[in-house]
Structure formats: structure tokens, C-alpha cells
């Protein structure tokens, strides 16, 4: 294969390959990756534009990818998959967002997601084999859908949903605030509390839901950048679904997350920032090699600062691309190549030792993309504020990478808690105690302060006990 990047009949106006960490790619890959820049081309980044402009959500981008297969990349090639691996779920997230469009690879993205997750737990499971094996056929778009208004962005914390069993099934009531492609996905996994709850947050389940099960009002949608990813609220209404609807046994929620919705979401996402950032570099290459200062005879790219703006977003953004790229390497080493197959016995969990790592590689990439999208903008100087070079939608589709969840706030205490305080401190569910707290506060409390504090702690216990 040539080592010119193409842009249609002509090379690609942006950085070549000589900055693509290619030598990670297998022939087959760079295969993919060519088909992928050659759709970009042809279709989906003009679409971009059309989405960004009308709130558009990119369903001609998903079947110009099921056309080629992507929508089954990494499904089994027995289930009519690409039989793909990590490695190549996060070139194509990357590509898609590089030279397409970064709404279609936010929704791409969630759609891995949820083909991860079903794929996880798809063995003897009929409802889960049949959407995985006509993805692609049937153009069947997938996402998750687990962030909860009452909680924000600690998304693995479900407080209003809720699954019950009734005969021949379960009834499903699920309260998303964000769901990628809400309204428009052909199937969603959903998180709610497990069946058998009992005040228990960690005990979780998922579903599958289908399209015509949920209620979203995507005219409601609207937001900074990735406008055409359709983010809106969803609703599941104590919807009753058959039997085979449950991904994995009951409680089976906390092993699909760290093993397999954070794993891919990590991963992809990142992949989705790194895209952006590299998008921003290939615009400012392209406009500052043209636009030229007649007054000192100088184009822009020839002033030194421009020059050190490109060469720390390159390194920078190439750090982030590796880091991505090395984990990918990691989970695939881990599974046998992504070989779904392992997961038949269920307590196989490989990618889950890796999750501390996944949760660096996020916060590096997005702040990484907050940081290159504002220096390409400087670069590019008044033109890239206005909206014909690009730079500026790539910017509000930038920013989204440091506020989705696991947000980067969230993100640096949990690496920062986890390294000083151990894992155990980390308290997704707000389990632990802080016996240092409650002996810190009780100290300062007068006698009387503390007897009547007793009193109620005790009649709290005795109404518990009943
Ligand atoms: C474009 C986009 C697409 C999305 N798609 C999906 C999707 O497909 N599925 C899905 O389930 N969700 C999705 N989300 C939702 C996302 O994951 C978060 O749930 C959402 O962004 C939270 O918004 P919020 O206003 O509730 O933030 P809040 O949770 O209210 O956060 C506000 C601030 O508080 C900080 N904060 C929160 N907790 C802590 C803490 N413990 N320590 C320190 N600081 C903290 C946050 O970092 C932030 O700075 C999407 C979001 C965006 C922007």
C-alpha cells in the first residue's frame, strides 16, 4: 500500500502518515482505515458540516459505515463480524472523527459500547444474538444509556430506575438525563437497579431496549458541540420486556461496567478527542501554509511561534494517541485479540486490572484536546473563528471530552485517591464510612449536643431493626 495519505485523487492536505503511529496497525487494519478515510471523504465530513448546522442527527454516516461493515467491527466473524479487535475500535473511532465527523464517532463510540456490552454476554442469550448478527445488514445502531438526572455524571449510580420480574419477563422503568443517539438507536443497553434490589446501589442489571420501548424528545436537544450526537433525555416506561431481554444474570451490572462499557467508552472516546486534535492540526497546517502577510513577505506558517503552537499540539496529541493506542495493545493481549469466546465462563474479567489506566488515558486525551483546539484556533488567528475553516466546530466539539463522564474532575481524585488512599476509598456507591469525619465533627458537639444526637441515632436503629 502506498505511503501517501489521499485525500480522493489528490495527497491529503493535512499531516501524513509520517505522524500516524501506523507501524500499530495490522495490513488489514490500514486496510480499514484507508476505506474509512476514503467514506470521510466522500460523505461523512460533509455531513459534519450538515449536522453541526441543523441538529442533524448522522444516520447517513452509520449506513454508509454498515456498508463496509463497521457497524459489526468487533462482532465475531461466526456472527458476521469483522472479528476486529481493541486496536482497531480505536483507529476507526479516531479516523471517524479526524477526517469525518466527531458526532458520528461520539455515537460510534457509545454504539462499540454497547456491542462490548452485548457481546459480553451474548452466548446463550437468542434476543442479543439476533441484533448482533444483523448489525451491519440492518444498519442497527446501538448505545448505552445510563446517566441518571438525580446523579449526574456518577452515571454508575441509577437512583431512578428500576427492573422488576412479572410473569414472562421484567418491567423496566429507566430515567436516562443523556443518552447518545436517544431517539434515534435501533436498540439501547440500559443500566437500572437489579430486580432483587434492596437499598444496595452496587447490585445492578442491564437490559436491552428495544427502539420503540423508549421515550426521547430529541427536538429538545441542543448544546455546544457534538451537535449531531442527540444526547437528550430518554425514558423507558415501566416497559415489560421478555425474559431474554436481561444482558447477563441478575446483578451482573458492576462486571459489565469494568469490564466492558468503561473499557470500550474509555478507550473510544478517547480515541474521539485524540481525532479532534489531530483534525485541528491538519486545518492549521493547511491554512497557515497558504495564508501569506505581504507586508513582510512572510506566510503564517513561517513564523517561529506558529511553528512551536504545531510541534507541542504534535507531540502532545501523539502522547495521548500512544497512551490510547498501548492500552488497546494491552486488552488485546489480555482477551486472545478481543476473542469474545473467553467470556462464556462469566467470571472472566481481563480488561478490568486495566480500568485505573483507562481512567488516565481519558482525562490525558481530554484535556489534551481542550488544550490543541485552543492554540490551532490562536494559530489560525480571526479566520478560524468563523465557522468556514472548520476550527471553530472542532472546538465546540472538543470541549465536550473534559465534562462527559467519568468527568476529568471525577477522574484525577480517582487516580489521585486510589494512588494515596487505596482502592477501597474510591466509594462508588457511598459505602464506606469516614470514621475520621464522624469523630472529627462529634468532638466539637457540646454534651447536651451529643445526647440528643444519640437519641436520634438510637430511635433511627430501632426503626430500622422492625
Ligand atoms: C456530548 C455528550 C454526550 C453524552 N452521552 C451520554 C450517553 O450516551 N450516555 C450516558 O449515559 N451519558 C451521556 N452523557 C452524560 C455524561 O456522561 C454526564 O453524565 C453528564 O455530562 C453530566 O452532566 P451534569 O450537568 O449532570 O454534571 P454534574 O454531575 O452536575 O457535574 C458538575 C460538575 O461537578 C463535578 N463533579 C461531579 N462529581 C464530582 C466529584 N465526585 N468530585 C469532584 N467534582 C465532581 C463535575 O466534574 C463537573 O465539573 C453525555 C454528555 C455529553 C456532554
Not at 501506523?22 to 482505515?33: N, S, V
Not at 484507508?34 to 459534519?48: D, F, G, P, S, Y
Not at 445510563?146 to 430515567?175: C, I, L, M, N, R
Not at 494491552?330 to 486490572?353: E, F, G, Y
Request: proline residues 4%; contains cysteine; charged residues 20%.
Amino acid at each position: 500500500m502506498s505511503d501517501i495519505k489521499m485525500w480522493g485523487k489528490e495527497p491529503f492536505w493535512g499531516l501524513g502518515y509520517e505522524f500516524d503511529p501506523q507501524w500499530l496497525l495490522t495490513d488489514e487494519q490500514k486496510q480499514l482505515q484507508k476505506t474509512l478515510i476514503e467514506l470521510c471523504q466522500t460523505v461523512m465530513r460533509e455531513n459534519a458540516v450538515e449536522s453541526d448546522r441543523k441538529l442533524l442527527y448522522p444516520r447517513k454516516n452509520f449506513q454508509a459505515l454498515a456498508k463496509h461493515g463497521f457497524l459489526g467491527l468487533i462482532a465475531p466473524k461466526e456472527l458476521g463480524g469483522l472479528g476486529q479487535n481493541h486496536v482497531a475500535a480505536a483507529m476507526a473511532v479516531e479516523t471517524i472523527a479526524r477526517y469525518g465527523c466527531p458526532s458520528t464517532a461520539m455515537c460510534y463510540t457509545m454504539h462499540l459500547g454497547a456491542v462490548a456490552a452485548a457481546l459480553f454476554r451474548h452466548h446463550d442469550n437468542p434476543a442479543l444474538k439476533d441484533i448482533l448478527s444483523r448489525l451491519d445488514k440492518d444498519c442497527l445502531v446501538g448505545t448505552l444509556s445510563y446517566s441518571d438526572p438525580e446523579t449526574g455524571s456518577h452515571f454508575w449510580y441509577p437512583v431512578s430506575s428500576s427492573a422488576k420480574k412479572v410473569a414472562g419477563g421484567w418491567q423496566v422503568t429507566k430515567k436516562a438525563s443523556w443518552t447518545t443517539s436517544g431517539g434515534f438507536a435501533d436498540w439501547y443497553i440500559v443500566q437500572t437497579t437489579s430486580p432483587d434490589f434492596g437499598g444496595n446501589y452496587a447490585n445492578l442489571s442491564c437490559f436491552l431496549i428495544m427502539g420503540n420501548e423508549v421515550e426521547a424528545d430529541p427536538a429538545n436537544w441542543d448544546g455546544l458541540g457534538l451537535r449531531g450526537n442527540q444526547s437528550g433525555p430518554l425514558v423507558v416506561n415501566n416497559k415489560t420486556i421478555p425474559e431474554e431481554r436481561l444482558v447477563g444474570p441478575i446483578n451482573d451490572g458492576a462486571n459489565s461496567n469494568d469490564e466492558c462499557v468503561d473499557p470500550f467508552f474509555l478507550l473510544c472516546s478517547s480515541a474521539c478527542w485524540n481525532g479532534i486534535s489531530m483534525a485541528m492540526i491538519d486545518i492549521a497546517k493547511s491554512h497557515t501554509t497558504k495564508k501569506k502577510h505581504v507586508d513582510v513577505g512572510l506566510r503564517v506558517c513561517d513564523y517561529p511561534t506558529i511553528q512551536d503552537y504545531v510541534g507541542e499540539a504534535i507531540i502532545d496529541t501523539n502522547a495521548c494517541r500512544l497512551m490510547d493506542f498501548s492500552m488497546a495493545q494491552a486488552m488485546d493481549a489480555a482477551t486472545n485479540d478481543c476473542d469474545w469466546s473467553i467470556h462464556k465462563d462469566l467470571s472472566v474479567l481481563p480488561r478490568a486490572q486495566y480500568l485505573s489506566w483507562m481512567w488516565q488515558v481519558k482525562f490525558a486525551a481530554a484535556k489534551n484536546v481542550a488544550h490543541v483546539t485552543d492554540k490551532m484556533l490562536h494559530a489560525c488567528g480571526g479566520t478560524g473563528y468563523k465557522p468556514g475553516l472548520g476550527i471553530e466546530r472542532y472546538l465546540r466539539d472538543g470541549k465536550a471530552g473534559w465534562v462527559m463522564g467519568p468527568t476529568n474532575e471525577v477522574l484525577r481524585q480517582f487516580v489521585g485517591k486510589y494512588a494515596l488512599l487505596g482502592i477501597e476509598s474510591l466509594d462508588y456507591w457511598n459505602q464506606a464510612i469516614n470514621e475520621r469525619a464522624i469523630q472529627n465533627e462529634v468532638k466539637k458537639m457540646t454534651p447536651e449536643q451529643k445526647k440528643t444526637l444519640a437519641q436520634q441515632l438510637m430511635s433511627d436503629a430501632a426503626k430500622a431493626a422492625e
